[in-house]
Antibody, heavy 122, light 110 residues
Framework: QLQLQESGPGLVKPSETLSLTCTVS??????????WGWIRQPPGKGLEWIGS???????YYNPSLKSRVTISVDTSKNQFSLKLSSVTAADTAVYYC??????????????WGQGTLVTVSS | QSVLTQPPSVSAAPGQKVTISCSGS????????VSWYQQLPGSAPQLLIY???ERPSGIPDRFSGSKSGTSATLDITGLQTGDEADYYC???????????FGGGTKLTVL
């Protein structure tokens, strides 16, 4: 059974960079047909896609966050990571990593991590 | 303000049927495939429906999806108290070049 687990600091200061890692177990991050994505959910609000990466390193970012986001992959560790720079209180959210099926116009997230709350505060 | 519009809440009695709507446009639902997610309280979202009307293995056939034009619907029959959750629709938006979600619908089973 595929499992994803987020890890990283739960508290980040304003203007600093948020860094999270997602470790994938029970399957290879290098398997074809799947991207690996990050989605966030501010407290009490809805879901927002941040971006996704293919094992080859190809990335797609939400245009609303693109200037501040970097997603990378480490196939040797079966991990992918998120960096979000210049954070503000508006970036406080539960951050989820997920497996992202993406073939032409068909996209969906079929496996999710449990999520990790990141609070931006001094 | 979400790109996809869902009712904030719906409710129905146990055993009844409920329909959750998701309205979009030609740049998203109208020309792309819709997925639905269930988020139980305190948990991560779970995929319920993909490709407009396909269910992943393990998802009961009480859950069904459909799409017509620029709107999609999620039907839940034989409601159970365990179905109380937030439900989100999602799809790709070709104009925004982004995966977008609805604002979510809170289902209460009275």
């Amino acid at each position: 059974q595929l499992q994803l687990q987020e890890s990283g600091p739960g508290l980040v200061k304003p203007s600093e960079t948020l860094s999270l890692t997602c470790t994938v177990s029970g399957g290879s991050i290098s398997s074809g047909s799947y991207y690996w994505g990050w989605i966030r959910q501010p407290p009490g609000k809805g879901l927002e896609w941040i971006g996704s990466i293919y094992y080859s390193g190809s990335t797609y970012y939400n245009p609303s966050l693109k200037s501040r986001v970097t997603i990378s992959v480490d196939t040797s560790k079966n991990q992918f990571s998120l960096k979000l720079s210049s954070v503000t209180a508006a970036d406080t959210a539960v951050y989820y990593c997920a497996r992202h099926f993406w073939w032409e116009l068909l996209t969906y997230f079929d496996y999710w991590g449990q999520g990790t709350l990141v609070t931006v505060s001094s | 303000q979400s790109v996809l519009t869902q009712p904030p809440s719906v409710s129905a009695a146990p055993g009844q049927k409920v329909t959750i709507s998701c309205s979009g446009s030609s740049s998203n639902i109208g020309n792309n495939y819709v997925s639905w997610y269930q988020q139980l309280p305190g948990s991560a979202p779970q995929l319920l429906i993909y490709d407009n009307n396909e269910r992943p293995s393990g998802i009961p056939d009480r859950f069904s999806g459909s799409k017509s034009g620029t709107s999609a619907t999620l039907d839940i029959t034989g409601l159970q108290t365990g179905d109380e959750a937030d439900y989100y629709c999602g799809t790709w938006d070709s104009s925004l070049s982004a995966e977008v979600f609805g604002g979510g619908t809170k289902l209460t089973v009275l």
